[in-house]
């Protein structure tokens, strides 16, 4: 079983910058694809960023594109979401999620293991 517990949500303005992380355990996750979600307010769960087990592909969704940067520390069993440039439409709490894979999965469903999420705000 992998429990993931995501950190680094808050409140911030239009332009500004947070770092997301997500810190694994229960399993060594170097094995794992990792991947960013977001769910805002009455609208569905979506893709926002993935990468794969070495860290050398990354896959993002075209509204964070240039903005978020996705990352990982296999030795600390963590993942990270950069992201600058925040927008209020970025405002949506954010999940992160694993498999054991190495293809770059963007739907949720194709995910295993799931965070409680972090919020993130934006005000414009």
């Known amino acids: 079983q992998v429990q993931l517990v995501e950190s680094g949500g808050g409140l911030v303005q239009a332009g500004g910058s947070l770092r997301l992380s997500c810190a694994g355990s229960g399993r060594t996750l170097s094995s794992y694809l990792m991947g960013w979600f977001r769910q805002a307010p009455g609208k569905e769960r979506e893709f926002v960023a993935a990468i794969n087990r070495s860290g050398g592909t990354t896959s993002y969704a075209d509204s964070v594109k240039g903005r978020f940067t996705i990352s990982r520390d296999n030795a600390k069993n963590m993942v990270y979401l950069q992201m600058n440039k925040l927008k209020p439409a970025d405002t949506a709490v954010y999940y992160c999620?694993?498999?054991?894979?190495?293809?770059?999965?963007?739907?949720?469903?194709?995910?295993?293991?799931w965070g409680q999420g972090t919020q993130v705000t934006v005000s414009s």
């Open positions: 999620a694993v498999r054991r894979t190495d293809y770059l999965y963007t739907t949720s469903r194709d995910y295993a293991y």
